[in-house]
């Protein structure tokens, strides 16, 4: 079956740390994006991806890195620079055409990556 | 700049009861409005949308109209079930690639 797959579903890090989270899809999408979850926010654009090779800076992009070097393939990396990383992180792809994303608005998610600091 | 605000929860219902949990919007231009809903331990799943003023959203027994004049996309349900129970996001996208998400709203339906 098609979809996003995000690993690992929990994860552990002690400050000073950079850990790096997997997404993959098999959808065929350009477009891939990263949020962050936190209690009674919603969700904050990390960052974003509309085709291979290239990535823009969302809202709260400081503190967080990311590569685009396959299609299926959007890793974050959340460095020691992010000052409060415990969150769960989300996923996400969807339908552009010629590096303009649809406007239809659906995004397709993985099923999170609950990042910890101890 | 868009921003969406949705009713603060948690809201806590019995089975067959009715559900409406209120979103209004700011955008410019002529946004695209959705729902969202996320299950526990889930990613988030599109629930319905709508694209247009006065388009009716709906799936799963959910309705939602987009009011332009109110700037508003409440979302509602007859009659809710356990399986209901979940996280539901108001959200909005604009002339560019960004989807603006609400606070969302937690809905516990009880047996």
């Known amino acids: 079956d098609g979809g996003i797959t995000q690993s690992p579903k929990y994860l552990f890090r002690k400050e000073g740390q950079n850990v790096t989270l997997s997404c993959e899809q098999n959808?065929?999408?350009?477009?891939m994006y990263w949020y962050r979850q936190d209690p009674g926010q919603g969700l904050r654009l990390i960052y974003y991806?509309?085709?291979?090779?290239?990535?823009q800076k969302g809202d709260i992009a400081e503190g967080y890195s990311v590569s685009r070097e396959k299609k299926e393939s959007f890793p974050l990396t959340v460095t020691s620079a992010q000052k409060n990383p415990t969150a769960f992180y989300l996923c996400?792809?969807?339908?552009?055409?010629?590096?303009?994303?649809?406007?239809?608005?659906?995004?397709?998610f993985g099923e999170g990556s609950r990042l910890t600091v101890l | 700049g868009n921003s969406v605000t949705q009713m603060e929860g948690p809201v806590t219902l019995s089975e067959e009861a009715f559900l409406t949990i209120n979103c209004t919007y700011t955008?410019?231009?002529?946004?695209?409005l959705f729902w969202y809903v996320q299950y526990p331990g889930e990613g988030l799943q599109l629930l319905l949308k709508?694209?247009?003023?006065?388009d009716k959203g709906s799936n799963k027994g959910f309705e939602a109209t987009y009011r332009k004049e109110t700037t508003s996309f409440h979302l509602e349900k007859g009659s809710v079930q356990v399986s209901d129970s979940a996280v539901y996001f108001c959200?909005?996208?604009?002339?560019?690639?960004?989807?603006?998400f609400g606070a969302g709203t937690t809905v516990t339906v009880r047996a």
């Open positions: 996400a792809s969807s339908i552009s055409y010629g590096g303009i994303i649809s406007n239809t608005g659906e995004l397709f």
């Open positions: 959808l065929n999408h350009d477009a």
């Open positions: 991806s509309q085709i291979v090779n290239d990535f």
């Open positions: 955008a410019t231009g002529y946004p695209s």
């Open positions: 709508a694209t247009k003023a006065d």
């Open positions: 959200a909005l996208s604009s002339n560019d690639y960004k989807l603006s």
